[in-house]
């Protein structure tokens, strides 16, 4: 039932809350309180579950996660983010449709209980979005056809009318860089002038280095995606920051490596899989070449870095990272 990424906001959305006490954060500022007073947030936990289908796939992708009550109950708390840049046209119909696969799954798999399901609705567009029941869309619609009509409810987060200032006031700094990134994707002017105080919520995450290196990474893909700014604009703002300017020194190093020895032979094979397959030639090249310089400078540029999160970073074995830091070493 998973459903592939594939909107440049889907990864850094995924990245975010599919991480407990991100999640934990954002639901003790937004549910309802009627909500928070029967809900045990410690007890929140992510799954691997998607109920996206083909049919919601061009409008929503999804977080999953279960919830316990204070009696005990397990309650289902999908996330769903809108990444189209126009809105639905029918919300509550398409949360109904998700309902009904979240219950379908449950009543098809006998080990599971059928569980109440509270859709999130996470908006990030510039559009005015105003929250109806499913009976306001029905023509001729009166209060005779109540019992027999879902009201297709659901929790409504407006990213874009959030104001900065509560988003700076999270505890973590991903989670504040990946908001404010989100909401302010559009703006030139505003991203050029914040874009390193952003980001550094991210640097100064009190995450061990692996993980705060993963961060970086998804958030600076994200901002490659990003068309109002120039990849080179990014880069002038965020140099001063050590870890960043790092990551994205060795990061570009690589792929501008790999680009220019593989994409002749690529273009060969076919523009789309051609440049593909010719970029991994290049790197296995390109690597071999320069893999000592390259890896032992992310080595003493990111000395907490195990050789793991090296090998990520690179692109190449960890049996790589190691002999290099063992030739660093002798």
């Known amino acids: 039932m998973s459903n592939k990424p594939h909107h440049p906001a889907d990864r850094l959305f995924k990245a975010v809350f599919k991480n407990a006490d991100n999640v934990r954060e954002l639901l003790a500022a937004k549910l309802p309180a009627e909500l928070l007073a029967i809900l045990d947030l410690n007890t929140?936990?992510?799954t691997d579950a998607s109920y996206v289908d083909e049919r919601l796939s061009e409008d929503f992708s999804d977080v999953v996660m279960l919830c316990d009550t204070r009696s005990g109950e397990t309650v289902s708390i999908p996330f769903i983010l809108e990444h189209k840049s126009y809105l639905p046209a029918h919300p509550p119909f398409q949360v109904m449709h998700y309902q009904d696969r979240v219950w379908?799954?449950?009543i098809r798999d006998s080990t599971l209980a059928l569980t109440p399901v509270v859709p999130i609705m996470f908006y990030h567009g510039q559009e005015e979005w105003i929250v109806k029941p499913w009976s306001a869309y029905l023509k001729g619609w009166q209060e005779v056809f109540q019992p027999f009509t879902p009201t297709g409810g659901y929790i409504f987060i407006d990213l874009s009318g959030m104001p900065d200032e509560e988003i700076t006031t999270?505890?973590?700094g991903f989670l504040k860089t990946a908001l404010l990134l989100m909401k302010h994707r559009l703006e030139r002017e505003f991203l050029l002038k914040n874009l390193r105080i952003i980001i550094n919520f991210v640097e100064s995450d009190s995450t061990p280095s692996e993980v705060t290196v993963e961060n970086l990474k998804i958030v600076l893909r994200?901002?490659?995606?990003?068309?109002?700014?120039?990849?080179e604009e990014v880069r002038k703002q965020l140099q001063p920051l050590t870890l960043t300017n790092s990551v994205m020194n060795i990061w570009d190093e690589i792929k501008m490596e790999a680009w220019e020895e593989g994409k002749e032979e690529g273009i060969n094979?076919?523009?789309e899989k051609g440049i593909e397959k010719g970029i991994e030639k290049g790197i296995e090249k390109g690597i071999e070449k320069e893999a000592f310089a390259i890896i032992s400078s992310l080595i003493r540029h990111l000395p907490e870095a195990n050789d793991e999160t090296i090998a990520n970073l690179t692109s190449k074995p960890v049996e790589w990272v190691a002999r290099v830091r063992l030739e660093m070493n002798a």
């Open 104 to 106: 379908q799954q449950q």
């Open 44 to 46: 929140i936990r992510i």
């Open 222 to 231: 994200y901002l490659q995606g990003l068309r109002v700014m120039k990849w």
């Open 170 to 172: 999270f505890r973590s």
């Open 269 to 271: 094979i076919g523009i």
